[in-house]
């Protein structure tokens, strides 16, 4: 609340003096102190329409008060010409600030501002003239120069409305520049030269996976050598910096994409890092191990047994079937010499498979004999072995497919196989058979040495 409030509730609380219990002189001298009061609360205001409006109360308490106090009409007089004087120099003051404004304007809001003081002096001057004989000649004329408020109020709209459209105007322009500048920049991301750019400032920020990115997409679109060397050079150093990372399968990634490359030591790194991962796996993990997913089934004193996670499809246990066994099978062949190099395409990896003794696995339902044990690195499970290592469903998952076993079946021809719920079928089926998966087994040595 403001003091000028505050005094007018102070005032127009102040209960009337009953006219009854006062005489005539009475009344008169409390009129004149009431005028006296509004005088002072007029000169402390600041708005000049609150110095008017008490300004007119003290006239009219003090015209009340003529008749017996002689003084008051000079006073009249007086107060008069401050009411008058108050008025133009209002209207003056504020018209001035209003122009001030208008012209200073730098938004739609400062002519807003300035038209609704010119609406105030236009309503204002409307019930209160300023009375030519009461004012200053020069005071008036100035506040004759004044009198065109409501054409002020006027034009500031028309202004404010016109710096809107404008504001309109450039927010458009400066929205399709925006727009054309990241369709622009969106395009140069595409190019060459970008990438280049990019690949630099990631490698000078130490970004080197990122780096190793921009210039494999440039290497792609080029075939530029030494675009591949960059590639090659900060997709080794990322990988290297960040072995020791929690994020560790993105770093055996990097170093088997270098090892296909033949870069520096990278196949050595990469075999380090799959046996330190399988060493410390639980059982029943899933890791991956060369080209594919291999699922650990045991760890056995410094190694462990792994057994591919996914079944491999048209292989025949033995090509045009017949009587064999394990020992003497086309697919022991096949394993062994040519599906060795497609899982594990380095030697090294190779190299930390064991060359296991693998037993004949006679079958246990049948009796059927299994033959002659063999040395082999990868190997069908026996009926024993995929009982005692892959029955735990926790362990080995079901799957939707049948995969043999190096176990014979029931009769010469014949191979057991596991079926798709985990059910070993020692019965067996024809050796010659396609529709049987194939799903190898590998000890792994896990010792480092």
Known sequence: MQNSEKLNIKLENVPEPDAEELTEEQQCQE????????????????????QDRYYHRALTNLRKAKRHIPEVRPMILDVVHKKYYARARGKISMYQEASSIRDHA???????TAQSIFDRIHAFEQQHIIQEKYVDPKLYAEALECSDSKEQSVLCGKLAEEMNAKQRRAS???????????????????TIAFR??????????????????????????????????????????????????????????????LAHLNYKDSEERLVKMERERIAELPDGEKIRFGE????????????????????????????????????????RTWLNQVYITELFPFPL?????????????????????????????LFFMSTDEF???????????????????????????????????????????????????????????????
């Open 31 to 50: 009129h004149y102190e009431t005028a006296l009061r509004y005088i002072n609360i007029a000169e402390h205001m600041k708005q000049y329409e609150d």
């Open 172 to 190: 458009l322009l400066r929205s399709c520049f925006i727009l054309l500048a990241v369709i622009a920049l969106l395009a140069f991301s595409r």
């Open 349 to 377: 990896e190779q190299e930390i498979i064991i060359d296991s003794t693998v037993p004949p696995g006679d079958n246990p339902i049948f009796g059927t004999k299994g033959g002659s044990p063999t040395t082999d690195k």
């Open 106 to 112: 730098r938004t739609p809001t400062d002519y807003y």
């Open 292 to 331: 594919v997913n291999w699922r650990i089934l045991a760890h056995k004193g410094k190694k462990a047994l792994l057994l591919k996670d996914k079944t491999q499809g048209g292989v025949p246990f033995n090509t045009g079937g017949g009587s064999v066994l394990w020992e003497n099978s086309t697919v």
């Open 196 to 257: 280049i750019c990019l690949g630099q400032f990631c490698a000078i920020t130490h970004h080197y996976g990122r780096a190793a990115s921009c210039y494999k997409y440039v290497y792609d679109r080029t075939g530029n050598p030494e675009d591949l060397e960059k590639f090659k050079s900060y997709l080794y150093q990322g990988a290297v910096r960040d072995s020791r990372s929690r994020n560790r399968e993105d770093i055996r990634n990097a170093f088997r994409e």
């Open 387 to 449: 009982l005692k290592y892959g029955g735990d469903i926790e362990i080995l998952p079901e799957t939707q497919n049948l995969w043999w076993l190096r176990t014979p079946g029931s009769m010469p021809g014949t191979m057991s196989f596991v079926s798709s719920n985990k059910d070993v079928m020692s019965y067996g089926y024809d050796v010659g058979s396609d529709e049987i998966k194939v799903r190898p087994a590998i000890w792994v040595d896990t010792s480092g040495e």
